[in-house]
């Protein structure tokens, strides 16, 4: 085994579950943000409906990004014009981080959500008589105040989109070279017989994972005490 | 036009708040038993709280006017709120505290206009200091400084000295008292104390059980209270009368303050 075997599929994946992980800071958090502050119609609606990748078979999750971006998806058309190519988005690693996105974003939401219900909402009221606006009071005062789990929750989904495996087969396919990331090799190597490889692989996998588990206990337990 | 009017119901499980009242600008004390909803009253002035129904006019701004469908929200009020336990964002330094609430100043005068703020209330050396590592006094100083920050149309404290040792609380209500005349900001304040009430107000609002209120000077209300139970909460106090100075009609002036016998 040739160290190149490993070192593409590793680099995919941070790049994969980096990307994906920016996508719940900027996606999930404003959705976590609005859920734990406001009432609205519909709302446990659209707790559920973030929530479901969680509980969802992966696949299935990944059928529905089919249906979404795929040839003759809904937005397929788009992802066509934009890439130029008949499979438009999907079977290239974008396709990987919007697979690791859906499936990863349900355990930022849930975590951040949390950590932000949790601030006390005399904060938030001291910023609004202070003549700060409803964003402003948002991004300067109780996302800061609730920082350590919305980090928590970010770190866990990380973690998750870091092992993806289930939507990303789906929508990214399985290519050597260019949409193999770490769990998909994982899978290939021992498909083939190739035991050294997917021992490393597992050896990785298991001590990133649990690294970063460590953390996010660490930044939920200093949110809880 | 000066002054605040409040008409305000509001129902909450449990608990009907139904009050009205109207005061000059100046001191304003609202005294009462603890759940007569003074707190929530100021919390519906602030805008942190819609009311059910009902209008408060601040000077010749209506703030806010159910039956019209007219509410202005807490950022457009310019109203200072300072609560007992102060709520100083803990993340933020005491100037980034101040600075937060200048935000029309332009930014490079900010630090300037904080620290300035900071030294007339006394705490300019606890600029660089997080809240944390504050005590209960300098909280207070520095949240009133945050709250003169905005150049308040009208300030409310909710319970400021309640979590004050007994000398702190002397020192703080002359510091209010004083900030008061001198800015001209009008203030009404929540208390439970009836001695702070009275050497503080120049305008007292009762509020009893049953939401009836009573309006007047300290020594009106003490001298002719409106319904019986006004009269135990007033009594139940028990001031002195060598609180009232007989020269100063109506007006009520410390002379035998109760902390320095106790």
């Known amino acids: ?225 | 036009m000066s002054g605040l009017s409040v008409n305000l119901t509001k129902r909450l499980p449990g608990f009907t708040l139904d009050v009205g009242w109207v005061v000059r600008d100046g001191f304003t004390v609202l005294f009462g038993y603890s759940g007569a909803g003074k707190s929530l009253t100021l919390s519906m002035i602030a805008g942190t709280m819609k009311p059910d129904s009902g209008r408060v006019v601040l000077g010749d701004a209506t703030l806010c006017d159910v039956g019209a469908g007219l509410w202005v929200p807490p950022q457009r009020r310019r109203i200072g709120y300072v609560s007992q336990s102060a709520q100083l964002f803990p993340h933020m330094t005491v100037l980034g505290n101040v600075e937060y609430a200048l935000r029309a100043t332009p930014h490079r005068e900010r630090r300037r206009r904080a620290v300035e703020l900071l030294e007339r209330l006394r705490v300019g050396d606890l600029g660089d200091k997080r809240p944390g590592q504050l005590s209960g006094g300098e909280k207070q100083r520095c949240a009133l400084a945050r709250a003169l920050a905005l150049e308040p149309r009208a300030l409310l404290l909710d319970e400021p000295l309640s979590a004050l040792d007994l000398p702190l609380r002397v020192e703080m209500r002359d510091l209010l008292r004083d900030v008061q005349r001198n800015s001209g900001v009008p203030f009404v304040m929540v208390t439970h104390d009836l001695y702070e009430a009275c050497t503080l107000a120049d305008t007292l609002v009762v509020y009893s059980g049953t939401g009836v209120v009573q309006v007047g000077t300290p020594r009106e209300l003490v001298g002719d209270p409106a319904t019986p139970e006004i009269h135990r909460l007033l009594r139940a106090m028990e001031v002195p009368d060598s609180v009232f100075d007989r020269q100063h009609a109506g007006k009520l002036i410390p002379i035998d303050r109760k902390e320095h016998v106790a």
Request: glycine share 10%; hydrophobic share 55%; net charge positive.
């Open chain 1, 1 to 225: 085994m040739s160290i190149p075997d490993i070192a593409f599929p590793l680099a995919l994946s941070l790049q994969v579950a980096l990307l994906a992980t920016l996508g719940c800071a900027l996606v999930g958090v404003p959705i976590a943000y609005v859920l734990a502050t406001r009432t609205f119609r519909g709302k446990q609606l659209a707790g559920v409906g973030v929530m479901l990748p969680l509980v969802l078979p992966p696949v299935v999750t990944g059928y529905y990004l089919l249906l979404l971006i795929g040839r003759g998806g809904v937005l397929g058309a788009v992802t066509k014009a934009l890439t130029g190519t008949a499979y438009g988005i999907t079977f290239t690693w974008q396709a990987a981080v919007i697979a690791s996105f859906a499936i990863a974003m349900p355990l930022a939401v849930n975590t951040a959500r949390a950590a932000i219900a949790g601030v006390d909402p005399a904060h938030a009221d001291a910023s609004r008589t202070l003549g700060r606006s409803e964003l402003e009071t948002a991004v300067f005062v109780v996302v800061p105040l609730a920082a350590r789990g919305v980090a928590a929750g970010l770190a866990l989904a990380f973690a998750r989109a870091l092992g993806e495996f289930g939507a990303t087969i789906m929508v990214a396919g399985n290519i050597p070279g260019r949409t193999n990331t770490m769990a998909l090799e994982i899978y290939n190597a021992a498909l083939y017989g190739d035991r050294p490889t997917a021992t490393v692989l597992v050896v990785v996998f298991t001590l990133v994972s649990a690294a970063i588990l460590l953390v996010a206990n660490r930044l939920t337990r200093s949110v809880t005490a």
